[in-house]
């Protein structure tokens, strides 16, 4: 879907390091709402973990709760309303259990409150927690169930299938506010001017359109400080991905033509393009000038191969967002194709968590409205399974979208052909993530072989530090689990000490092993705490720490958990190799003697692959630290750099984050900066953290 945006533009990101050379390629652009280094998401990491599925209990439920929570549901029964709303189930501790919405709430509630109806064992667990009922009235059907998805969303009740989408969607971005557009990646809020084209299903994609695009277009993606001080074309120019408006290569009408044709290409008019493109390509030939018809060529191959990469592109399906869903093994997967223009622009699998008992109908259909809860849906929404309410839902999403939206199961035709391919691609996504469980699962059963730990551990937490020469200080902690990385419950840590000795590691390592598990502490018992889980049974108590270090980080981790009262968590270091060398590492843990596995070994890799992950995030979150403090700071810092010079090198490159990315040379041509100068400026900016 494309729209445009005329707001005020967005503040840049940070973009990639320069190679130094004037022809090099130029930095790319990213809008201030892009990918975060401090959360450390991966760009290519858009499959969900396998989530925790609740089993179906063997026991029958104590008639006890069953009574206490049929009471407090018939109390509730009696004072809610007979039109539309929320409700909410609460259990002693008030945590949310379960969220639902129904067009008669006191009707629904009283459906849950016979004492002797027959009810699936989920939701007779659910009664039997059940303390307390919450209802919120609202004016239409329409309008409860999106307040159902945003709760369901907010609160991750535990009844309740669990859309788990912590990543907005990129889109492509052609500037509206520079006399030469640019071509970006763009996340977030799209409040810069332009006209955005999305949403793609990954970054990827978008990075791979975007390059075909520079070769069909030649249109720039450099930042505009980048732009502003060119003398002569960049690298892009030399490889024929950019037009070179920076230095007049091109004069303004035909800059402004290549925009329209890239325009109407991602607007779905990509054989109109291709048509002019041809015409123009004959036309060159038939006047012998077989250079210009040459680049024509390269231009249609191009836009061919975007189209090829795409896969499956629909012939009368102009825009729609394609869902199926498959299940298998207690575990659901549904697959998600994007179409746009009439192009595929990706495909994207969740595994939302949902009980056993649920049915793909059940779970396709909660998925859906919480999919939608921050997303624009387009005009179209085809199902693999017709759920319940599928005209509630289809009003809902048109009253978000502001035009009407049509949702339907398609049983014949092209249409059902997109979701037979997407429930294809669902069902092998779910096969992949089962097969790499499994391989997880013997990982961690090797683990307590080795280490001799008494079960696999469900919850692994490592811990890194980084700083230079003490500054820009902290701590992070990233976790893993059965299904791989969590990324959503890692944690950053600012050194906040005051008097801490530059570059003292186990000072740092202490405050953040203090910060976190004094939250888990119980004040009441000295001993261990005891475990919480937390929305989707994932434990906060983890299993096993792990830390970059030997024995004497070992010992002073071992006397931080002791003057905690912590005895039940154990722990490991990892002392690189000689030299440095992965796959020489020697562990160690308390009481034992050193191990030393073989390079090859299984296990030793996967803990090499723990702590390389602990290591990548801490040092994301230091420069993204750094850098905010360079940029408050800004070029007073830098020993022997005054006014005169700073001047000079704002003059020169135009901005802080474009004097960042050059080089040594780059510096030194600067009027007053000397070679020593240019040294010691590069090095401030490049300076390795610890």
């Known amino acids: 879907m494309a729209h445009d945006s005329t707001e005020d533009p967005a503040t840049s990101g940070p973009g990639k390091p320069r190679l130094g050379v004037e022809a090099d390629v130029p930095p790319q652009d990213a809008s201030a709402g892009d990918i975060d280094p401090a959360t450390a998401i991966a760009e290519d990491d858009d499959e969900a973990r396998l989530p925790d599925v609740p089993e179906e209990p063997t026991e029958a439920i104590a008639a006890g709760p069953l009574a206490v929570g049929h009471a407090a549901i018939e109390n509730a029964v009696r004072l809610a309303p007979t039109s539309p709303g929320v409700y909410r189930m609460l259990n002693a501790a008030s945590d949310v259990l379960y969220v639902g919405k129904a067009k008669n709430v006191r009707k629904r509630l009283s459906s849950y409150a016979r004492v002797n109806a027959p009810q699936p064992a989920r939701i007779l667990r659910m009664i039997a927690a059940t303390v307390t009922v919450e209802i919120i009235s609202t004016a239409t059907e329409t309008e409860a169930l999106l307040l159902e998805a945003n709760l369901i969303k907010q609160l991750r009740p535990r009844f309740n299938v669990q859309l788990r989408d912590d990543k907005s969607f990129p889109y492509i971005l052609i500037t509206g506010d520079h006399w030469a557009p640019q071509i970006l990646k763009h996340r977030g809020a799209q409040s810069r001017p332009g006209r955005y084209f999305g949403p793609f299903a990954s970054a990827g994609a978008v990075n791979r359109t975007i390059t075909a695009l520079q070769r069909a277009f030649l249109v720039r993606s450099c930042t505009d400080a980048f732009f502003e001080s060119r003398t002569r074309p960049c690298l892009l120019y030399q490889i024929r991905r950019c037009a070179g408006p920076c230095t007049g290569e091109i004069d303004f009408p035909g800059y402004t033509e290549l925009v329209r044709e890239a325009t109407e290409f991602l607007s779905g008019r990509s054989r109109s393009v291709k048509r002019e493109l041809a015409s123009e390509m004959e036309k060159a030939s038939a006047e012998l000038a077989f250079e210009t018809a040459a680049v024509y060529r390269d231009r249609l191959a191009a836009l061919s191969a975007i189209q090829s990469q795409q896969g499956i592109n629909p012939r009368t399906v102009e825009e729609a967002d394609v869902f199926a869903i498959h299940q298998e093994g207690g575990y659901s997967c549904v697959e998600v194709f994007f179409f746009r223009t009439g192009q595929n622009w990706g495909n994207r699998a969740y595994f939302p968590r949902a009980e056993k008992s649920f049915t793909p109908e059940e779970v396709l259909a909660s998925f859906l409205a919480q999919f939608y809860d921050d997303k624009p849906p387009p005009k179209l929404v085809l199902l693999s399974h017709k759920i319940e309410e599928i005209e509630l839902l289809a009003d809902a999403l048109s009253v978000k979208a502001g035009f009407k939206v049509e949702v339907s199961t398609p049983q014949r035709g092209e249409k059902k052909e997109l979701v037979t391919h997407a429930l294809t691609n669902a069902r092998e996504a779910l096969g992949r993530k089962l097969a790499d469980t499994a391989t997880q699962g013997r990982l961690l059963q090797g683990m307590v072989t080795t280490l001799g730990l008494p079960h696999p551990p469900k919850r692994i937490e490592v811990y890194d530090n980084s700083h230079i020469q003490g500054t820009n200080a902290v701590g992070a902690m990233i976790v893993a689990g059965p299904d791989g990385f969590i990324k959503n419950q890692y944690r950053k840590f600012n050194i906040r000490s005051e ?76 002392a690189k190799g000689p030299d440095r060398d992965a796959g020489r590492e020697t562990l160690f843990m308390p009481d034992r003697e050193a191990i030393k596995l073989e390079p090859r070994d299984p296990v030793l890799y996967f803990i090499q692959r723990l702590r390389d992950e602990a290591h990548r995030f801490v040092i994301g979150s230091h420069r993204k630290l750094r850098k905010k403090d360079i940029r408050e700071a800004g070029l007073q810092e830098i020993p022997g750099i005054g006014p005169s010079r700073k001047r000079a090198l704002l003059h020169h490159f135009g901005t802080l984050k474009e004097i960042e990315r050059a080089s040594i040379a780059d510096l030194g041509k600067v009027p007053g900066v000397s070679a020593e100068s240019a040294r010691k400026i590069f090095e401030f900016f490049h300076a390795q953290p610890g």
Do not use: C, H
């Open 499 to 574: 008097g801490l000795t530059p570059g003292d590691d186990y000072a740092m390592m202490r405050e953040v092993l203090q910060r976190r598990f004094k939250r888990l502490v119980t004040p009441a018992d000295g001993d261990a705490a005891k475990a919480k889980a937390d929305d989707d049974s994932f434990p906060q108590w983890p299993d096993l720490v792990i830390i970059d270090g030997g024995r004497g980080q070992l010992n002073a981790v071992r006397e931080i958990f002791e003057s905690l009262g912590l005895t039940q968590v154990s722990l490991l270091a990892v």
